[in-house]
């Protein structure tokens, strides 16, 4: 299931370029619209061109970061869920150990101490 997961950063990583872009080309413009309509120093007057453009540059700046959000949120909850549903399947898919016909079953490797070490750490 690594692969789902590499998958998902890998969808991340487009997801983010794709949004930086889109913001970079936003906030150019938008910058350019608000600086058209005003004058340096003073502030725009309400309801002018820049006004407008001011506010829309900030909710358009939002958005893209709100959409940003939204889609790496997509991304990883469906990868999440993918991974719960079939991590699921892959591991009762997996056989038990094998005993190799004794009747006796075998332990983990991780709890039987390796061949010849005896030494506890006295």
Same mark, same amino acid.
């Given at each position: 299931?690594?692969?789902?997961?590499?998958? %998902?950063? %890998?969808? %991340? %990583?487009?997801?983010?370029?794709?949004?930086?872009?889109?913001?970079?080309?936003?906030?150019?413009?938008?910058?350019?619209?608000?600086?058209?309509?005003?004058?340096?120093?003073?502030?725009?007057?309400?309801?002018?061109?820049?006004?407008?453009?001011?506010?829309?540059?900030?909710?358009?700046?939002?958005?893209?970061?709100?959409?940003?959000?939204?889609?790496?949120?997509?991304?990883?909850?469906?990868?999440?869920?993918?991974?719960?549903?079939?991590?699921?399947?892959?591991?009762?898919?997996?056989?038990?150990?094998?005993?190799?016909?004794?009747?006796?079953?075998?332990?983990?490797?991780?709890?039987?101490?390796?061949?010849?070490?005896?030494?506890?750490?006295?």
């Amino acid at each position: 299931m690594r692969f789902v997961w590499w998958g %998902a950063f %890998a969808g %991340a %990583a487009v997801w983010s370029f794709v949004a930086l872009l889109s913001y970079l080309v936003f906030d150019t413009i938008g910058t350019g619209m608000v600086s058209y309509g005003s004058v340096p120093g003073f502030t725009p007057e309400p309801f002018s061109f820049a006004w407008i453009a001011a506010g829309a540059h900030s909710l358009g700046i939002g958005a893209i970061m709100l959409g940003w959000l939204f889609g790496l949120a997509v991304i990883f909850g469906v990868t999440a869920i993918l991974h719960r549903i079939f991590g699921r399947r892959a591991a009762a898919a997996l056989p038990g150990r094998a005993s190799w016909g004794s009747s006796i079953p075998s332990a983990h490797p991780a709890t039987t101490p390796p061949p010849g070490n005896t030494w506890r750490g006295r």
